[in-house]
Nanobody, 126 residues
Framework: VQLQASGGGLVQAGGSLRLSCAASGRPFSNYPMGWFRQSPGKEREFVVAISWGGGSTFYANSVEGRFTISRDNAKNTVYLQMNSLKPEDTAVYYC????????????????????WGQGTQVTVSS
């Protein structure tokens, strides 16, 4: 699976961005997906996850109510709509796919994913 993240950029606090993660190489619709982020000097942090069909999602407390994950399996793409952005949301955002067989609808730890996109920078100015 190849993952290509895009949509990052510079935005003022309170603004919005939509990230996209396009997948290729395998049947995308089979896999739970997730978004993580990493700031300089910090560990990679879970943001949100979505089940293979899109019916189940789970958000980190820090983004719940502001971010929305969705997926379009026909387009092999997962989206992250980010609203009410804060300076602390500044990070490189990574999408990830889990292709290993598992028993959960979604996954919240980085080690549970086996394919990663290259990351897209999101910078929120105050």
């Amino acid at each position: 699976v190849q993952l290509q993240a895009s949509g990052g950029g510079l935005v003022q606090a309170g603004g919005s961005l939509r990230l996209s993660c396009a997948a290729s190489g395998r049947p995308f619709s089979n896999y739970p997906m997730g978004w993580f982020r990493q700031s300089p000097g910090k560990e990679r942090e879970f943001v949100v996850a979505i089940s293979w069909g899109g019916g189940s999602t789970f958000y980190a407390n820090s983004v719940e109510g502001r971010f929305t994950i969705s997926r379009d399996n026909a387009k092999n793409t997962v989206y992250l709509q980010m609203n009410s952005l804060k300076p602390e949301d500044t990070a490189v955002y990574y999408c990830a796919a889990r292709t290993k067989i598992g028993g959960k609808y979604y996954y919240t730890h980085a080690y549970e994913y086996d394919y990663w996109g290259q990351g897209t920078q999101v910078t929120v100015s105050s």
